[in-house]
T-cell receptor
Framework: GAVVSQHPSRVICKSGTSVKIECRSL??????MFWYRQFPKKSLMLMAT?????????EQGVEKDKFLINHASLTLSTLTVTSAHPEDSSFYIC?????????????FGEGSRLTVL | AQKVTQAQTEISVVEKEDVTLDCVYE???????LFWYKQPPSGELVFLIR??????QNEISGRYSWNFQKSTSSFNFTITASQVVDSAVYFC???????????FGKGTMLLVSP
């Protein structure tokens, strides 16, 4: 079956540093990937929609310069948290839609837990 | 605007009990898709089911069953004879298009004790 993989699964960094999270679709091409953020005991909130070869579409309230998204190929999207601060600590999850396909199922990565000290 | 409400924040049951997780949704679209995902403590989201708005047939998969009722905008999830391994957070989600973004409910944490 289709698999979406995220790396790293856990990252701890110092305040002020930048962290890059990768989201890969392993056996299908994904023209569109989605990045979600989940706070402890909270729901998943969509951050942005990543489109291959074009700029990401950010949800209202999400800082574009803070959360840089690059979707350079059909199998890879990256989320870079720039100048991370403790309030950026969260669980970040990506998902991808298969192209072409008719399962209607979005495939989710395993998630990346970011802790900023 | 779309909205998904999971009114039950946390449910605790004893093994072998049946449990129903409620999901109520709001949408102006006539075509939409409903999902249930399981999130175990490890964090990954596990797809359980997708249902489109034109298909109101209830579905059973092993110990899992889903009751979709458009009249009440509900898509409830029942686990029969619960097991400890069912302990997780369960999310109901809504999408207006295939391959599109999902609007998630806040999730229901299910704790199944031995």
């Amino acid at each position: 079956g289709a698999v979406v993989s995220q790396h790293p699964s856990r990252v701890i960094c110092k305040s002020g540093t930048s962290v890059k999270i990768e989201c890969r679709s392993l056996d299908f091409q994904a023209t569109t990937m989605f990045w979600y953020r989940q706070f402890p005991k909270k729901s998943l909130m969509l951050m942005a929609t990543s489109n291959e070869g074009s700029k990401a579409t950010y949800e209202q309230g999400v800082e574009k310069d803070k959360f840089l998204i690059n979707h350079a190929s059909l199998t890879l999207s990256t989320l870079t948290v720039t100048s991370a601060h403790p309030e950026d600590s969260s669980f970040y999850i990506c998902s991808a839609s298969r192209v072409p396909g008719n399962t209607g199922e979005l495939f989710f990565g395993e998630g990346s837990r970011l802790t900023v000290l | 605007a779309q909205k998904v409400t999971q009114a039950q924040t946390e449910i605790s049951v004893v093994e072998k009990e049946d449990v129903t997780l409620d999901c109520v949704y709001e949408t102006r679209d006539t075509t939409y898709y409903l999902f249930w995902y399981k999130q175990p403590p490890s964090g990954e989201l596990v797809f359980l089911i997708r249902r489109n708005s034109f298909d109101e047939q209830n579905e059973i998969s092993g110990r899992y069953s889903w009751n979709f009722q458009k009249s009440t905008s509900s898509f409830n999830f029942t686990i029969t004879a619960s097991q400890v391994v069912d302990s997780a957070v369960y999310f109901c989600a809504l999408s207006e298009r295939l391959y599109s973004t999902l609007t998630f409910g806040k999730g229901t944490m299910l704790l199944v004790s031995p």
